[in-house]
Nanobody
Framework: QVQLQESGPGLVKPSQTLSLTCTVS??????????WTWIRQPPGKGLEWIGD??????????TYSPPLKSRTSISRDTSKNQIALQLNSVTPEDTAVYYC???????????WGNGILVTVSS
């Protein structure tokens, strides 16, 4: 069974960097069948795609949501089967539940992690 688990600090101060880790079990993050995706949901708002990472024929590929691209970095630790998310220069508007998920086609993500609430506050 494939499982994803988010982890990291739940409280980040404004202007600092939000750092999260997604640990994957039951599947390899290096498979070319899937991409690995970060999504977030601010309180009372809808889901927002952040970006993803995976392997294609040409090698590793990373894609970011344009509004967040300048502040976002997604990377992999293949030895630990983990996906990392960094979001720089955070503000209170970045407060959200952050999820990682496995992407296998347009609009199709399964499974998801349980999510982790990250609060940006001083």
């Amino acid at each position: 069974q494939v499982q994803l688990q988010e982890s990291g600090p739940g409280l980040v101060k404004p202007s600092q960097t939000l750092s999260l880790t997604c640990t994957v079990s039951g599947d390899s993050i290096t498979t070319n069948n899937y991409f690995w995706t970060w999504i977030r949901q601010p309180p009372g708002k809808g889901l927002e795609w952040i970006g993803d990472i995976g392997d294609i024929g040409a090698g590793e590929s990373t894609t970011y949501s344009p509004p967040l691209k300048s502040r976002t970095s997604i990377s992999r630790d293949t030895s630990k089967n983990q996906i990392a998310l960094q979001l720089n220069s955070v503000t209170p508007e970045d407060t959200a539940v952050y999820y990682c998920a496995r992407w296998s086609g347009p609009g199709f993500m399964d499974p998801w992690g349980n999510g982790i609430l990250v609060t940006v506050s001083s």
